[in-house]
C-alpha cells in the first residue's frame, strides 16, 4: 500500500485517478509519494519512505531538487497543464495595462455623488491606448508562450519572440537570437522562461536600457528572473512605463505604476483539475 500525502489543496478530480493500492495520508514524514502546488519545500525534513514527488504546475523551484537527486527521489511536475490559465492572465494583464483599468476601477469606486457628471469630468485621466498594431515581444517560447504569442496575435498585436532552444511549430514568430535586439522593438514585453540560476536577475540594467522608451513588462513567469532595484530605476526614467506583475512582494507594493496581481495564474478550476491529473 502506497501512502501519498498533499501539501497543499489538490483537485479531487486528480486524486481520483490514484489506483487501487494507493491511500491519502496526512503525516508527510510516513508518505511515499508527496503531492504539492506552491507550498515551500526545501526546509522540510524528507520522510526515509519518500520515493517521489509531484508538482502540480510547471515551476519547481520550490522543491529542494539537489537534496531529492541525493536521495534519489524522483521529481516531476506537470507541463503544459495550467498553460490557458495563464495564457488567459497574461491578455487580461495587457489590457489592464493599456486601458489603466486598475486606477480606473480604484477612482470609480469612491465616487460618491454627482456620479455621472463626475464620470464625463473625469475619465480622460485614464485614456489609454489600444494593443492593436503594437508589438508584443515574447521571452520563452514554451507552452506558455506559444499560447500568449498565438492569442495576442489573433488580437492584431506583431509578435516577436526570444528563446535559444525554440524549435519552430509553425507559429509564424519572428524569433530573435539576440534579447536587446528584440527589446528594441517591443511595446510590451512577456516573460515565460523557468527560475534558475541562468535566468536569476537576467532582467536587469542592460536590457531595460535596450528596452524602448515606455516599455510595458510583464511578468507571469517568477519574480527572480527581474532584478527589482534595476526595475526601480527603469520606471524611475521612463523606459518602463508599467510593469505588470503575478507576484507581490515587499518591493513592488504600494509603487506608483506597478500593476499587483496575488499570484493568479494557474488558479482557475480547470487548471487545477488539469494539474492534478497528470501530476
Not at 55 to 68: F, Q, Y
Not at 114 to 131: C, L, N, P, R, Y
Request: charge should be negative.
Amino acid at each position: 500500500m502506497y501512502k501519498i500525502a498533499t501539501l497543499n489543496k489538490i483537485s479531487p478530480v486528480g486524486l481520483k485517478q490514484l489506483p487501487g493500492g494507493y491511500i491519502l495520508v496526512e503525516n508527510a514524514s510516513e508518505a511515499d509519494g508527496i503531492l504539492v502546488r506552491s507550498q515551500d519545500m526545501h526546509e522540510m525534513e524528507l520522510g526515509d519512505k519518500l520515493k517521489a514527488i509531484a508538482r502540480a504546475g510547471a515551476g519547481v523551484n520550490n522543491i529542494p531538487l539537489d537534496k531529492c537527486a541525493e536521495r534519489g527521489i524522483v521529481v516531476f511536475n506537470t507541463p503544459g497543464a495550467n498553460a490557458n490559465a495563464v495564457k488567459e492572465l497574461v491578455l487580461c494583464g495587457l489590457l489592464l495595462a493599456a486601458r489603466n483599468v486598475p486606477s480606473a476601477l480604484s477612482w470609480a469606486a469612491g465616487l460618491k455623488e454627482d456620479v455621472s457628471k463626475t464620470v464625463e469630468k473625469g475619465k480622460s485621466q485614464f485614456a489609454g491606448s489600444e494593443i492593436l498594431g503594437k508589438t508584443l515581444g515574447v521571452v520563452g517560447l514554451g507552452a506558455i508562450g506559444r499560447k500568449v504569442a498565438a492569442s495576442a496575435k489573433a488580437l492584431g498585436m506583431e509578435i516577436v519572440g526570444y528563446d535559444p532552444y525554440y524549435v519552430s511549430g509553425g507559429e509564424g514568430i519572428s524569433v530573435y537570437s539576440d534579447l536587446g535586439e528584440m527589446l528594441s522593438l517591443c511595446d510590451y514585453v512577456t516573460l515565460h522562461l523557468p527560475a534558475n540560476d541562468s535566468t536569476k536577475g537576467m532582467m536587469n540594467a542592460e536590457l531595460f536600457d535596450a528596452m524602448k522608451d515606455g516599455t510595458v513588462l510583464l511578468n507571469f513567469s517568477r519574480d527572480k528572473l527581474v532584478n527589482e532595484l534595476d526595475l526601480a530605476a527603469a520606471m524611475e526614467s521612463g523606459k518602463v512605463a508599467k510593469y505588470v506583475t503575478d507576484f507581490p512582494n515587499d518591493n513592488m507594493v504600494g509603487r506608483e505604476n506597478v500593476i499587483l496581481l496575488p499570484h493568479l495564474g494557474a488558479s482557475t478550476a480547470e487548471a487545477e483539475d488539469n494539474c492534478a491529473v497528470m501530476a
